[in-house]
């Protein structure tokens, strides 16, 4: 149990373009979701909580508008990442937390390269 | 602010030793987590620890949770080459803080 699943694995694309990471939880019902961004070499760093239906709450230092979160269902959260720079090519990892316990399950990961 | 101090940084080994690993923290955290990352891959939850004192085990894995709820260390036993990763402490409740990571090499 506890799977969760991230849409592209890879993703490459042009500067100025926009992209759009998928996260669901396949087998529970998560009320809250989290977008991290890791660098080559360092740990996860936290970018944004989103809980369903509701806005999402962004860390310090990340710009809303650029990282557009959507958290339309209960088991479905999107990052999009509008007009991507090479600067935020990184590796994006979703996680979430189901309804009865504080754990959070990770995705695998999306590995995002902006040309 | 906050500091969560995760070490050693790295770690080599051969193959069948114990391995030790701890965090600490200047906060006082309710959950302490700990995770395994293979390369290209997300975070894997290895341990959960919710109480004070408490001392969890899975498998060769064993982990405490510090009485004073502001450290925890992780103990791998006999260990094995798909071991090798890093590995993350995530102390938090609503939203966890990552350790800068234990990268485990072991040595046939």
């Known amino acids: 149990g506890a799977v969760v699943s991230q849409h592209p694995s890879w993703v490459i694309c042009k500067s100025g373009t926009s992209v759009k990471i998928e996260c669901r939880s396949l087998?529970?019902?998560?009320?809250?979701m989290f977008w991290y961004r890791q660098f080559p070499k360092q740990s996860l760093m936290l970018m944004a909580t989103?809980?369903?239906?509701?806005?999402?709450?962004?860390e310090q230092g990340v710009e809303k508008d650029k990282f557009l979160i959507n958290h339309a269902s209960l088991t479905l959260s999107t990052l999009t990442v509008t007009s991507a720079h090479p600067e935020d090519s990184s590796f994006y990892i979703c996680?979430?937390?189901?309804?009865?316990?504080?754990?959070?399950?990770f995705g695998p990961g999306t590995r995002l390269t902006v040309l | 602010g906050q500091q969560l101090n995760q070490s050693p940084q790295s770690m080599f080994i051969q193959e069948g030793e114990d391995v030790s690993m701890n965090c600490t923290s200047s906060?006082?955290?309710?959950?302490w987590l700990w995770y395994k990352q293979d390369p290209g891959e997300g975070p894997v939850l290895l341990i959960a620890?919710?109480?004070?004192?408490e001392l969890t085990s899975n498998g060769r894995l064993t982990a405490q949770f510090g009485i004073t709820r502001k450290d925890s260390f992780l103990n791998i036993s006999a260990s094995i080459p798909s071991d090798v990763g890093i590995y993350f402490c995530?102390?938090?409740?609503?939203?966890?803080?990552f350790g800068q990571g234990t990268r485990l090499t072991i040595n046939p």
């Open positions: 996680s979430a937390r189901g309804t009865l316990t504080d754990t959070q399950y």
């Open positions: 087998d529970f019902q998560a009320t809250t």
């Open positions: 989103s809980n369903e239906g509701s806005k999402a709450t962004y």
């Open positions: 906060s006082i955290f309710n959950t």
């Open positions: 620890l919710y109480k004070a004192g």
């Open positions: 995530a102390p938090g409740a609503q939203k966890l803080v």
